[in-house]
């Protein structure tokens, strides 16, 4: 196996590991009763510890290495996560995980990558990014559509799905930025730490930290190990096979997330997860939309980039 392949699996498997997580969030919003806010921060913080403390000696030395300068850059990234991932979890109690999925990451978040590597990055959008574009917005409508009414559905939870995926669609061009100098473990690690760090000052500064019971830690303990492994691999891929690539991989997230959710229903028939009001329609529009970000990365096609930092 290349070393391109390697990273595309890498990708794919993080797009696999987010959507038992978005389930996973769902069911800890829905059954635990936890708060999204609680559920956004504390296993982002427990993530980013344990990738801290995998490789102890590089993230003390990214964190002298950045700078004054570095620094803001980095807490605007991990505001930028923070809100993201908040605005995300939050989505998903409301609007349930698939539909989530295939709103936001699965479709929006694409066309947003690629819109920013354009202006921020010098890409130029050819014909097939255009159209590309195009089948992605489509793809969205359809999983937004209310067959009942004949109306789009836009609620604050497709609302915020949408939002969450431009924020953390600048989070990636941000971050991709900086691993072109700075090692991915320590970078992930301080990434997911101080974004979930910023939402419990956030949530204690505004009283509505709520402290869960020994089951809720315990869930909270489970869900932390979902974000380091999956950041990471995500990450990983960015420098190597480029943006565009890895959030046309990561697309794949919506249709696995549905996937995930009937595997949990079919396992637990009894469990509260929220699927789309159509189930077809929505799935339908999660690979229309995938063909567009397939469009996406068709003209991008090509080697893997040399590494420019070691893991």
């Not at 890498?10 to 009763?33: R, Y």
């Not at 431009?166 to 061009?173: C, E």
């Not at 320590?186 to 949530?203: A, H, K, M, N």
């Not at 509260?272 to 567009?292: D, H, M, T």
Request: glycine share 12%.
């Amino acid at each position: 196996m290349d070393t391109r392949s390697k990273y595309i699996i890498g990708v794919m498997t993080s797009a696999l590991i987010v959507a038992f997580e978005a389930v996973a969030v769902e069911g800890a919003i829905n059954t635990a009763h936890l708060t999204s806010l609680i559920v956004a921060s504390v296993p982002q913080m427990i993530g980013g510890t344990i990738l801290m403390l995998a490789y102890p000696r590089g993230t003390s030395d990214f964190a002298r290495g950045l700078g004054q300068r570095g620094w803001l850059f980095m807490m605007a990234l991990c505001a930028m996560v923070a809100g993201g991932v908040f605005m995300w979890f939050d989505a998903v109690g409301r609007i349930g995980a698939s539909k989530e999925a295939i709103l936001g990451g699965g479709s929006s978040e694409v066309l947003f990558v690629v819109l920013l590597s354009a202006v921020f990055l010098s890409e130029r959008l050819n014909r097939w990014e255009i159209l590309g574009s195009f089948l992605v917005l489509g793809g969205v409508f359809l999983v937004l559509a209310n067959t009942e009414t004949l109306q789009l559905t836009l609620g604050i939870g497709e609302i915020e799905a949408i939002v969450s995926s431009l924020m953390l669609a600048i989070s990636i061009i941000m971050t991709t930025k900086l691993l072109r100098s700075h090692d991915l473990t320590p970078l992930s690690g301080v990434e997911l730490f101080v974004s979930g760090l910023i939402l419990v000052l956030l949530g204690t500064a505004i009283g509505v930290i709520k402290m869960p019971d020994v089951n809720g830690a315990l869930v909270l303990l489970g869900l932390g190990v979902f974000p380091s492994v999956s950041l990471l691999a995500y990450n990983a891929g960015l420098p190597q096979i480029g943006e565009s690539l890895t959030s046309v991989l990561f697309a794949l997230n919506g249709v696995m997330t549905v996937g995930a959710q009937l595997l949990i229903l079919f396992l637990l028939p009894k469990a509260s997860l929220i699927l789309p009001q159509n189930l077809g329609l929505a799935v339908l529009g999660g690979l229309i939309a995938f063909s567009g970000v397939y469009l996406l990365y068709r003209p991008g096609a090509g080697s893997v980039k040399p590494p420019e930092r070691p893991l």
